[in-house]
C-alpha cells in the first residue's frame, strides 16, 4: 500500500497497534522528547506516538517516532510489520532499481485549504513548537523536507532538490537554515548569491513516511526525490505546485511554507542537539536566514 499523506500512514500503524496515542496532559518540554527518547529504546517494535493535550498549545496534535522503528518501517513501505530487516533490506534494494517513476501531478491539494501572507505569519501561533533536548539554541522544525531548484537550471526537474535541514526558529515568520557544503541546496544558494540573488525554497511539513526518507538519503545531483519515491512506493509520487515560488511540493503535506533564502546573509544558529548525541555549537558561517512569504495549511491541521 502506498501513502499519500501522513494521516493514511498514521490510520495504517494504528491499525496494526503501532501508534500509541497519548490524551493526558503533557507539557511540550521535556515530556514530549522525553517519550521519545524513552519510545526509542523499545527496540524494533517500537510504535509511533501521537499526543493531542498538550499544555499551553490549543488543538496541536504532534506525532513522533513515526518510522523509528523498524516495524514500522516495514509499514511504511507496504510490508508486514514483522517483515525481518534483512528482508526489508532486501525489498528496498529491489524498489531502488526501479528508478526512476515519474511522478503524478495532481490539483485541489488540502493544504491550499487556507493562506496567511506576507507579516500576518506566525509560526509560534500555528505550530506547536518545543525543544527536543535542553541546550537546543532554539525551537526547530523536525522533519520537515526543503525544496529548492538550480538557478541555472529552473527547467531540470532532476536538479530540483528534497532535502531534510536543520531549521531553527528565529521569529514569527523566520528561520535559521543550516546548508553544509556537501548539500545540494547549497549549492543552489552558492549559485544564487553569485548572481546576487536570494533563493527561493517552500518547506513542507508533515509528510508521509517515503518523502521524508527520500529527504534524508543522497542521491545523485541531478537524481529526483519524487521519482526515486516512486519507485520505493512503487507507484508515482503525488506532487503539486506550490502557488508563490511553483516549486514541486508534496500533495500530501500538511503545511508548506513559502519564501526565500536571503543571499549572502548569515546569522548565528544552533547549538543544535545532534542525533549521535553530542550538541553542535552555534554557527554563523552556516546559518543562513531564511524569511517566510506565504503559508498553506489544511483546515484541521
Not at 523536507?145 to 535541514?165: A, E, H, M, T, W
Amino acid at each position: 500500500m502506498a501513502f499519500d499523506d501522513l494521516r493514511s500512514f498514521l490510520q495504517a500503524l494504528d491499525d496494526q497497534g503501532q501508534l500509541l496515542k497519548i490524551s493526558e496532559e503533557v507539557n511540550a518540554e521535556p515530556d514530549l522528547a522525553a517519550a521519545a527518547n524513552a519510545t526509542g529504546r523499545i527496540g524494533d517494535g517500537a510504535p509511533a506516538l501521537w499526543f493531542d493535550n498538550i499544555r499551553g498549545f490549543n488543538d496541536a496534535r504532534v506525532t513522533m517516532n513515526t518510522i523509528g522503528s523498524w516495524q514500522n518501517h516495514a509499514i511504511s513501505l507496504g510490508l508486514p510489520p514483522n517483515t525481518p530487516v534483512k528482508k526489508q533490506i532486501d525489498e528496498f534494494i529491489r524498489r531502488w532499481d526501479n528508478f526512476p517513476v515519474t511522478p503524478e501531478r495532481r490539483a485541489n491539494p488540502a493544504w491550499a485549504e487556507n493562506t496567511v501572507d506576507g507579516d500576518d505569519i506566525n509560526l509560534f501561533d500555528i505550530l506547536p513548537l518545543f525543544r527536543l533536548n535542553d541546550g537546543d539554541g532554539g525551537f526547530y522544525l523536525d522533519k520537515a523536507c526543503v525544496v529548492s531548484r538550480d538557478p541555472l537550471d529552473k527547467d531540470n526537474f532532476g536538479k530540483q532538490n528534497v532535502g531534510i535541514y536543520r531549521m531553527e526558529v528565529k521569529g514569527k515568520r523566520k528561520l535559521g537554515l543550516q546548508p553544509v557544503p556537501m548539500h545540494d541546496i547549497a549549492l543552489h544558494l552558492h549559485k544564487a548569491e553569485e548572481r546576487g540573488e536570494d533563493l527561493p525554497i517552500a518547506i513542507t511539513l508533515g509528510n508521509d513516511p517515503i518523502i521524508t526518507l527520500m529527504g534524508a538519503t543522497p542521491l545523485k545531483y541531478d537524481q529526483s526525490e519524487y521519482e526515486m519515491a516512486g519507485a520505493l512506493r512503487e507507484s508515482p509520487y503525488p506532487i503539486a505546485t506550490a502557488p508563490l515560488t511553483g516549486f514541486d511540493v508534496p500533495w500530501g503535506s500538511e503545511v508548506i511554507l513559502e519564501g526565500v533564502i536571503e543571499g549572502r546573509k548569515r546569522e548565528i544558529e544552533g547549538p543544535f542537539g545532534e542525533f549521535t548525541g553530542h550538541y553542535s555549537g552555534g554557527r554563523k558561517h552556516d546559518g543562513s536566514a531564511y524569511r517566510q512569504s506565504l503559508l498553506s495549511q489544511q483546515t484541521d491541521f
